[in-house]
């Protein structure tokens, strides 16, 4: 699901100048100011005089002075800035977040290169924040890493997944992908977008057709107190309810009217739990069944409220039954803390109460080794010895005093743990000290599943990123200190893995794997694929790097590519008799593949004709779907074929995405009308100038009011046009009208004025034109005066959809829910 984003030269200067230039630390700009500077091209890190200069002629000299007095103040700040993270304030600004939510939310309590990836219910954990402001902090985070991450990274497509998981959760509308970028504010490229929509479809949570893409399987997660609120049976309700508060099965019995045995009621409390479906408060469930905790912890670590402990033990308790890993520093340090569902502040209450703070860890009171092994983690690995001794005092004596004498650090224990230390080297990183033991070697190896490779290549490129989990919790930071720390343990432990070996950096090769052949038997398989597209599988399966492999592809396999392109073909088949009569049966410019295909079978060929290389060489090229002769472009070739043969246009012609493109192009330009649905034709063949038409639309326009949704019937029946035409033509027209708005309604499409088109504003529109609606009455409305054919079925579920209330009483639609009808008591708020 990797898709390249193509980046030109000035576009990523400009990006660079952007990141990399602002950390403003006191809040006295204004993001208009340094926007003003970014696009005059300014540099911060120039020096004084210069900025000043070029500072003068944009701004007055009062501003000039107080935005340098700032500049000044935090130089040393502003010259160690780089990448995305030191510069959270101008760009969060940027996207959408006022200064004030900034510095008393985010600034300094967390990474914007985190926060980028981070869900609502993430940013309200992390940071102790309502639903408004989180979702207001992810919107703008949202927008910020459609534009400043590359589509390549694995985090933003899983981060983007779950979104577009959420978009489709609970709702059976069908949804065009262009109506899905808009509603998403969809940034990055639109192919990441169609292949996480394909990946969802083949994992069977989605559907495809023609008109877009629906919900199949991704169901809507219910919290706890809705599901108990979904009981019908109030005795049931108050069993359930009561015993997950912690009440024993008797005293509910007594209490209720009149009153039951205990046997009865635990009979229905487990009648009715048992069949509980799915709900938010499942996500606690792991944290349960693999920790050793008691009531009380799980709710000092979590943000869950009553009486989900109770519900996750009645529900799951088979599973959770067996071994479980007790609570120490270790664990909260490396695995407890690393739940989504752990409340950050409650945490900190919790551990400041049983482990010493040092710097980003929580040691045991009692473990004096660990203690020294943070201090000597603080340093990131960039230290000497006598900079541990320094630091290791003052530490000691700011969180812990009283052990100054007791845990005081003599030579000979530094020395011990030094010498479990290893210089893990990274490409990119240089050195740092890391504590590298048998120990930690196996552990890696059995948590990233290194034996599932055999006789094959694989780049520790991908276990690093298919394992980032374990990445975090070793303090792994790249794929170069992973290569290293395997080859530390194969070379110093003697620990091996299917024969493992290291390729050159960061490759490795398990037992018969030869990198030359598996890569040739991948271009076999493939062929003819385009090397960027080669590359990019490759790195998805095994996890090379994509420019690196590259240029590994074009010193190793030249003799392959072609025009960007790889192609592995039987040679002989260019010398043959088959390909000579090929030769002679094309003589049209444009051939669908299937009438290609058609031709090779018919004719008894040889099938490798089909082959794109081949193809190539008979004068041709192959797209998707069809072949077109060279030179010609396919933009081009199709804006001057429907020109000439509009009539002619199939349907097939529309699975061609280029051939589309240029119809809607020439729609736009106003030369080219689908008439009825299906039947196309020119603005000659419409005995129209372009005048005339552009006037028809005025007419149109100045007819109906903003807002107003309108069809060719509804326009004929307020007498605005007199003319009878499908209404597929005014969509033709109006593709080229910015203030009209269309949304599609079945098959047919309704038009809106200055405004965005919703199916809730339809709706009211349609309630405010006849009050009193019942469900079958707009339906024959909907027939009778817009010529749109719904049934009862779409009615319904769209109601729904939309936010509206329909009546089973009534058969009537209203706005919202009438007070009147019912009121339902909540257990829970």
Not at 39 to 60: K, S, V, W, Y
Not at 700 to 724: A, D, H, P, W
Request: charged share 30%.
């Amino acid at each position: 699901m990797h898709v390249k984003k193509w980046v030109g030269s000035n576009e990523t200067m400009e990006k660079q100048i952007g990141i990399e230039n602002w950390k403003l630390m006191d809040y006295a700009y204004c993001p208009q100011i340094v926007q003003e500077l970014i696009e005059q091209g300014i540099h911060i890190q120039d020096t004084h005089n210069a900025l000043m200069i070029r500072l003068q002629p944009l701004f007055e000299w009062k501003q000039v002075l107080k935005l340098m007095n700032i500049i000044d103040d935090h130089k040393e700040e502003i010259k160690a800035v780089h990448g995305i993270d030191g510069n959270s304030v101008y760009l969060l600004l940027n996207y959408g977040l006022s200064r004030t939510i900034i510095r008393d939310y985010i600034f300094g309590k967390v990474h914007l290169e985190d926060l980028l990836f981070m869900n609502c219910e993430q940013i309200m954990k992390t940071l102790d924040l309502s639903v408004y402001t989180a979702s207001k902090i992810m919107e703008a985070c949202r927008f910020a890493m459609h534009m400043l991450v590359e589509d390549t990274d694995l985090r933003k497509q899983e981060t983007l997944r779950k979104d577009v998981c959420d978009f489709f959760r609970g709702t059976n509308t069908i949804f065009p992908i262009e109506e899905i970028m808009e509603t998403m504010l969809w940034r990055s490229d639109e192919e990441l977008l169609k292949a996480i929509l394909d990946a969802l479809e083949d994992e069977d949570l989605l559907i495809h057709d023609e008109r877009g893409y629906k919900n199949k399987k991704i169901f809507v997660h219910k919290s706890l107190s809705e599901v108990l609120d979904a009981i019908p049976d109030i005795t049931a309700r108050t069993i359930v309810v009561e015993h997950l508060y912690g009440k024993t099965m008797e005293s509910i019995g007594l209490r209720l009217s009149p009153p039951i045995s205990r046997s009865r009621v635990g009979q229905i409390f487990h009648q009715e739990i048992d069949h509980f479906p799915v709900v938010k408060e499942d996500a606690y469930r792991d944290l349960l069944l693999h920790y050793d905790m008691d009531k009380e912890t799980f709710y000092a670590l979590t943000d869950a409220l009553e009486p989900t402990y109770g519900y996750l033990q009645e529900r799951y308790r088979p599973d959770l039954e067996g071994e479980k890993i007790p609570l120490n520093g270790n664990i909260l340090r490396c695995d407890v803390a690393k739940e989504w569902v752990v409340n950050t502040k409650k945490l900190k209450q919790y551990l400041s109460a049983h482990y010493l703070h040092v710097y980003d860890q929580w040691v045991d009171k009692e473990d004096r080794n660990g203690f020294l092994q943070a201090v000597c983690h603080s340093f990131d690995g960039y230290f000497q010895k006598a900079e541990i001794e320094k630091r290791y005092k003052k530490v000691l004596l700011a969180v812990c005093p009283e052990k100054q004498e007791e845990w005081a650090l003599h030579d000979f224990r530094l020395n011990a743990v030094l010498k479990q230390g290893y210089l893990v080297h990274s490409a990119k990183k240089g050195s740092r000290y890391r504590i590298v033991s048998r120990k930690l070697v196996q552990a890696i190896i059995r948590d990233t599943q290194l034996t599932q490779y055999q006789d094959t290549v694989v780049s520790t490129k991908k276990i690093f990123e298919d394992h980032r989990e374990v990445m975090e919790m070793y303090d792994i930071r790249d794929q170069y200190e992973l290569h290293s720390l395997l080859r530390t343990g194969k070379e110093r432990y003697q620990i091996d893995v299917n024969e493992m070996e290291f390729s050159r950096m960061p490759m490795l090769v398990f037992g018969k794997g030869n990198e030359n052949a598996i890569v040739k038997q991948e271009m076999q398989a493939c062929a003819p694929i385009d090397v960027d597209v080669f590359a990019r599988r490759m790195a998805n399966k095994y996890g090379y790097d994509i420019g690196s492999f590259q240029s590994y592809l074009r010193r190793n396999f030249n003799v392959y590519i072609e025009e960007n392109r790889i192609d592995i073909v039987d040679e002989t088949i260019l010398h043959s008799q088959d390909f000579q009569t090929m030769k002679k049966l094309l003589t049209k410019d444009f051939y669908f593949v299937e009438d290609y295909q058609k031709t090779i079978e018919e004719k008894h060929l040889n099938s490798q004709l089909m082959d794109a290389y081949v193809i190539r060489r008979l004068g041709y090229k192959l797209y998707a779907g069809y072949v077109l002769k060279e030179p010609y472009t396919p933009g081009r070739y199709f804006e001057q074929w429907i020109q000439e043969h509009a009539q002619d246009i199939q349907p097939r012609h529309k699975d061609i995405m280029t051939f589309q493109s240029a119809l809607e192009r020439l729609e736009k330009r106003l030369d080219v009308f689908e008439w009825t649905p299906g039947h196309y034709i020119t603005l000659k063949q419409l005995q129209m100038s372009k005048k005339d038409l552009k006037q028809y639309m005025e007419q149109i326009k100045n007819g109906v009011e903003n807002g107003q949704y309108f069809t060719q019937r509804s326009l004929k029946q307020l007498q605005i046009v007199s003319q009878q035409v499908a209404n597929s033509f005014y969509r033709s027209i109006f593709k080229s009208e910015a203030s009209i708005q269309m949304m599609a309604v079945l098959d047919d499409c309704v038009f809106v004025k200055n405004a965005q088109p919703h199916m809730r504003d339809f709706f009211l529109q349609l309630m405010h034109e006849q009050p009193g609606l019942t469900v079958n009455s707009c339906i024959t409305y909907l027939y009778q005066w817009y010529g749109i054919r719904v049934d009862r079925r779409y009615m319904l579920e769209h109601i729904i959809d939309a936010g509206l209330f329909y009546s089973l009483d009534t058969d009537r639609m209203y706005e919202s829910r009438p007070q009147a009808i019912f009121t339902q008591e909540r257990l829970f708020e």
